[in-house]
């Protein structure tokens, strides 16, 4: 197994859009960690939504670690697919 890092999003304080954002992305903060191949979350900013992305099919108890409270590593949360598929989950 492999490990491996997915980043999401990385934008600061507010999530943006359009054409300039293109290149880099406009999500705050979320990223993938895969261990020995099994994944962790890190941070659920906006870039969570595109969670779906970077699972494996399968993959719906995952593990989500905050590293602060701030706004734009919690935005995405409640928009989250996983929060929103009943047979997955995340333990926070």
Do not use: F, Q, W
């Amino acid at each position: 197994m492999t490990n491996s890092v997915v980043i999401l999003g990385t934008r600061g304080s507010c999530p943006a859009s359009g054409k300039e954002y293109v290149r880099y992305g406009g999500a705050t903060s979320c990223y993938v960690v895969r261990l020995a191949g099994t994944p962790v979350i890190i941070d659920a900013g906006t870039g969570i939504l595109r969670l779906g992305e970077a699972l494996r099919s399968g993959e719906k108890h995952i593990p989500l670690i905050l590293t602060h409270p701030h706004l734009d590593h919690l935005s995405g949360l409640l928009m989250c697919p996983l929060m929103h598929d009943p047979s997955g989950s995340i333990d926070l």
